[in-house]
């Protein structure tokens, strides 16, 4: 076991210094001059010249590359340019709210994919299977920016319910604020939460939702449980027991896939509703060419998603014992 | 098994209810037909010139001369949609065709040698996981520039490591079978195995894959033109209907809910159509592989 | 079962609660929503128009821009010039920094020191170009001294002045900035606000409004959105056409609908072969249907532009026209420069070669994209290959149009000041901001006695001049001058003053001033 994790733990090294590398090379590749951005309309191509000195632009790719290399072993990976603060620094300031906004998606979609899924498969070719898997269809066929308009056109602008952009107080905090008796926070945390967190999670949802369907299906045909059945035991507690454990082991699997997916949709997501996570960061960094920054982002993404995944195979295991780790 | 086995079922979430597998099989194809036909004989079905504007009559509702009303350039909104079915099925089917070939190749190549390949190509297939797909594709295009074949290279990029993953595992499976064993006891050649005896069979998944992946590559399509990283205009490409319709969303939402809902169907038709084809192409085997990595 | 359900209906539950939009809105607070978040409040580093707002309220400067861009004193409490290279400031009395610490003559020349300084890179450096040398008199008195005269001057001493003893010390003003505005720095959450509050010890006396958040909401139709579910206070341009006509149409809100100082314009690469002509740039500059451009697509937000000098400005003439929309004058300008359909393609052709453009802006910009989209459109009908090319910011304006490989691209100018602040670096010859190439000695010369003149008849002459040659010539085609516009809550507390630079301190309810 703790080989296994070491062992995943080796292979990340190689992945990001790949990935690294790969960034280093694109944005090489990429055109546009953060030394001009930053000076801006009244630049001239001498204070730009200048300023691309200072940054240390000029200097040949291997150079800069090594530089990088070398800091990063010291966890440092550089200093924004347009910020002018390090880059781990500004990183870690933006990743809860991402990590709050991607685990509340997540958890919704268990809950609605789940939801949708057991009653599918326990109405098994009913009108409610069917609405059920049309509604999944629909999660997978809708452009999720889209999703995120509508929802934030109906519930915030034309019924005015819930806020339209930003992010209350953290969650941690304003769980905190609600146990020492100052539940509006949580619900202004809440309330900002609900439409990005929706939209984020549709696609998932609609995923886990035939996931569910598919291993209930398969558990409630086999033997044990018509055996159950027979016993005399209640058909709830059938499904509860064996058909919803089985539904489980995929759910864990996907969420592992869909991780990575739901970071992708973050950035969508983040900046129609103005979520100040990593996502809308990463938009912001594009647009300006802060290559440090662009790296820093790319390298964070990177490693939480090979971590996410770990602990995914790790669950996994620990709730499947077919499964071996080797 | 080098890594994790995993009994998921990636393939059978898919699946569909009894009752709605034939029909839904039947709706996909028919809705994915008249996509391929709208776009093979867009400039027959098309009722009005393409780029044919009309500053006067911005944004009509549906009437007998327009018969999803008019774009934010009074543009014949059926018409742009029926021309936008080609741009977005060649960007779906270059990017769906390039990842299959590569991610495929790759799969082969390392499930059949092994080793350190393997493992080789299952480290550059993890950098490419590891990269967030929009970052990666809004750097390639930035790199590239725009244009169809570019966007579909970037979407390449993003979508041909699926494709190494299972064919990888398929391909881990099916060299243990005993007709890949015999033809290798028969000294057929690396290559030969790979490609007579190993392919044909793993073509299952890809198929599958390839099927709803065509849906992806629209929908990723529109939001790399939402983002302002898509085809220049005026391309009629169904992801700047969107993005303009969502501009005007809260004025006009016609614009944004009929080439919104033209996505939509679409890709629900391309994903019917791929739960059909999984189900007729021997689910059990499909599932089983396709879950693993 | 029962409780995956139970869960569900709680979420469901949760989401349809009717609740009160978030913001706990006392009446003294103010919520402005930004369209991007402060790179640097370090007002001799800003380059962004919300670090330019927070700074404005944050920082107070020698001279302050009315509304009408006139300069008037802020904490320099007079000046005198007594000869046309020299300028003396008077600070006023017991001046202080929001932290208590004094504001003297030190601080003044070590901001503008700092800011001249080519290794301190200032984006803004330019400006000061001609500052020979800053010096301190006497504790309350600075004298600037010129290289030449330097009209437009008054107009850029606006920059907010910056703790010296802090600075030194090594105090990071780009994150905790210190002034000695009328609002001080509280507190900034990088990606999504800005806090200040009102400081107490302006000398101007403490504003009305005891705290300014500076919201951040990228996409101008989600802050719209964003205002209408009273979330925000105040919203400002950069905002859509369609949500302008809306907004002003709903009585919960009042509105400041203004000229800008900010133009939308063509820029001609006059290095292009094919732009070389002055004649080629005026045919093409006859197929921009500046009118359906800025009352369709801008829905009338911005103004039809006949020059390259503002309404607003002192130096205006509506005499100087641009080359009229006038599609079969175009053809018949290309027939003569021996662009004719001889193959029978459709298209204009000469010596053989058709004739084929790009027209390209940059991607963030909906509004600007489709002004393109437009104007591909009628240059095709005229037979002309026309191409449109989009890329993101950087791409086109650092790695494209800053290289000059350009032939026709959609831009536009903010800030405008001062005329020279439009013109001198972009159509001298040589010019920093020259992308195009473009060279008139004769031009060249009027935009130099117009940025040295002190005489303003000589400086309307000289931009009216200047101006005319430019229509005719065309290196710039202007399209629109951008109007300003602000939405504001009815209820706010103040008597709202607006700017078209879109400065803050017109809403928060000052005093004085």
Redo the contacts between chains.
Sequence with gaps: MTAYIARRLLLLIPTALGIVVLTFGLLLL?????A????????????IA??RQ?LGLDDPWYIRLWDYFRALLTGDMGTSI????PVTE?VF??LG?TFELAIVSLI?SV??G??LG?LAA?KQGSLIDSAAMLFAQLGISMPIYWLGLLL??A???IL?????????EPLPEAIAAALSGRPQVL??S???L?LPA?ALAANTAAIISRLVRTSMLEVLREDFVRTAYAKGLRR?RV??RHALRNALLPVISVIGLRFGALLGGAVLVE????W??LG??T??A????DLPLIQGIILTFAIIYALVNLVVDLLYAAVDPRVRLG | MQRLTRASGWGEAMRVPAILRNSSLVLGAVITLFIVFCALFAPYIATYGV?E?D?RN?FAGPSLQHWLGTD??GRDLWSRLVFGARVSLSVGLISVGGAALIGTTVGLVAGYLRGWVDLLLMRITDIFLGFPAIVLALALI?VL??GIFNISLALIAVFWTEYARVVRSTTLVLREQNYVQAAQALGASPLRIIFREILPNALGPIIVLASLGLGTAIIAESALSF????L???TPTWGWTL??G???????PWLSIISGATIMITVLGFNLFGDGLRDILDPRQLTRSAGKK | ??T??L??GT?AA??????Q???AQSNDTLVVGVDV?A??LDPRLA?DTTAYRANDLIYSGLVHLTPNLEAVPDLAESWESPDPTTFIFKLRDGLTFSDGSPLTADDVVFTYETMTD??F?S?????YSPITKIEKMDDRTVKFSLSEPYAPLLSYLDIGIVPKKLVEGGR?I??EPVGAGPMKFAEW?????IVLEANPGFWGGEPTMKKVTL?????N??????F????LNVIQSPL?P??IN?LAADDRFGNVIIPGLAVTYLNFNAGDPLLADPKMRQAFAMLVDQE?IVN?IYQGADAIANAAILPSSWAYSADIKQPAFDVEGAKAKFAELGWTDSNGDGILDKDGAPLTVTIAT???D?NR??A???I??IF?QAGIDA?????????F????V?KGEHQIALLG???IVDPDRLLF?QLTTGG??NWGGYSNPQVDELLQTGRSSLDTADRIAAYQAAATTIAEEVPYYIISYQGYQMFYDKDLPVKVEATPRGNLRGLIGLKSD
Aim: aromatic share 6%; glycine share 8%; charged share 20%.
């Design positions: 990429i055109p546009g001059d953060p001009a951005v930053l000076l801006g309309e009244n630049s001239t191509p001498e204070s200048r300023l200072s347009f910020q002018g603060q500004i300031g933006r709210a919704l809950i609605i789940m939801t057991v326990m934030m056109l519930f915030a602008v005015g319910w819930l806020p339209a952009i930003g992010r209350g619900m202004d809440l309330s900002h609900v929706l709830p499904v509860i900046s129609i509703f103005a100040p996570g809308q960061l938009i912001t594009i647009s300006q060419r | 780029n504007m500053m911005r934010n350039f930035a520039g725009p983002l302002g990283f898509g220049p205009p005026p993005a303009y969502t501009r005007f969303i809260r004025d006009e | 079962m029962k995956f359900l869960t569900l979420v949760l989401a349809l609660m009717p609740m939009p978030a913001m978040d790179g640097t380059r080519p290794d890179n984006p803004i450096r330019s400006l990071d780009a994150a959450k990088r990606g999504s606000e919201k951040l909401i990228p996409d139709s989600a802050r719209a959105q964003a209408e579910a009273g979330d859509s369609q949500d809306r359906t369709d940059h991607s963030e909906p994209i489709q393109v989209e437009y591909q459109a095709t191409k449109t090319q989009l890329s993101d910011w950087p791409s304006s650092t790695g494209y800053l100018w903010v800030n670096s920093g901001r």
